[in-house]
């Protein structure tokens, strides 16, 4: 299956999860997984949330993110790194760079 993200509608999402500025993004959804083209401007971020029953893997197109996890932990990674949030546990990502932050995010259900 080819998920055509260049000719998908874009959505933007003020202050997403109670975050900074804008989310702009693309999204692909079914029963196991919710996949997302995202471009977070400088300066904007995804607020603080947790994964009850899911997990995120972030991986980044173009540009520098930041991570902040709800343990305290902060990482900074860039194009062709990934970011890892398991079940249980909660994270933030912020651009905190000068360009636009481009990255794929997969949120993948898990079921008892």
Same mark, same amino acid.
Request: charged share 20%; net charge negative.
């Given at each position: 299956?080819?998920?055509?993200?260049?000719?998908?509608?874009?959505?933007?999402?003020?202050?997403?999860?109670?975050?900074?500025? *804008?989310?702009?993004?693309?999204?692909?959804?079914?029963? +196991?997984?919710?996949?997302?083209?995202? %471009?977070?401007?400088?300066?904007?971020?995804?607020?603080?949330?947790?994964?009850?029953?899911?997990? *995120? %893997?972030?991986?980044?197109?173009?540009?520098?993110?930041?991570?902040?996890?709800?343990?305290? %932990?902060?990482?900074?990674?860039?194009?062709? +790194?990934?970011?890892?949030?398991?079940?249980?546990?909660?994270?933030?990502?912020?651009?905190?760079?000068? %360009?636009?932050?481009?990255?794929?995010?997969?949120?993948?259900?898990?079921?008892?």
């Amino acid at each position: 299956m080819i998920i055509d993200f260049p000719n998908m509608p874009a959505t933007v999402v003020e202050h997403f999860k109670g975050g900074e500025k *804008e989310y702009v993004v693309k999204t692909f959804l079914d029963e +196991q997984n919710r996949i997302m083209h995202g %471009t977070l401007h400088p300066g904007a971020s995804i607020g603080m949330h947790m994964h009850e029953r899911n997990s *995120e %893997t972030y991986y980044i197109l173009s540009g520098t993110g930041h991570i902040v996890m709800n343990d305290g %932990t902060e990482e900074d990674f860039t194009v062709g +790194q990934m970011h890892y949030c398991p079940m249980g546990k909660g994270h933030t990502l912020i651009n905190k760079g000068e %360009t636009d932050l481009v990255f794929i995010a997969i949120v993948s259900e898990h079921h008892d």
